[in-house]
Nanobody, 122 residues
């Protein structure tokens, strides 16, 4: 079983950057594909990015491609989301997720973190 804890959220001006981190517990981190999702107020949770177990496979939502970068460090049980050129519409609670399969739009991951707030001011 994996426990996921996000950090790195905060308030940033439009055009700025933030780096989210997700620390995973357990001894089987490298067995899971990892992903980031987000949920804005009044909207459904949506897929942001995913990375395969080895890190070789990476996928992004169209809305963040070219601005966000997902990465992982299996030795440290960590996954990251580097967010550049942030826009007000990126404001949401960001969730780290783990699943045995690579995630995408509509995925229902096995494990979720508690979320971290990202607010982008205009």
């Amino acid at each position: 079983q994996e426990q996921l804890v996000e950090s790195g959220g905060g308030l940033v001006q439009a055009g700025g950057s933030l780096r989210l981190s997700c620390a995973a517990s357990g001894r089987t981190f490298s067995s899971y594909a990892m992903g980031w999702f987000r949920q804005a107020i009044g909207k459904e949770r949506e897929f942001v990015a995913a990375i395969s177990r080895s890190g070789a496979g990476i996928y992004y939502a169209v809305s963040v491609k070219g601005r966000f970068t997902i990465s992982r460090d299996n030795a440290k049980n960590m996954v990251y989301l580097q967010m550049n050129s942030l826009k007000p519409e990126d404001t949401a609670v960001y969730y780290c997720a783990a699943d045995t399969s690579l995630m995408g739009v509509g995925a229902r991951p096995d494990y979720w973190g508690q979320g971290t707030q990202v607010t982008v001011s205009s």
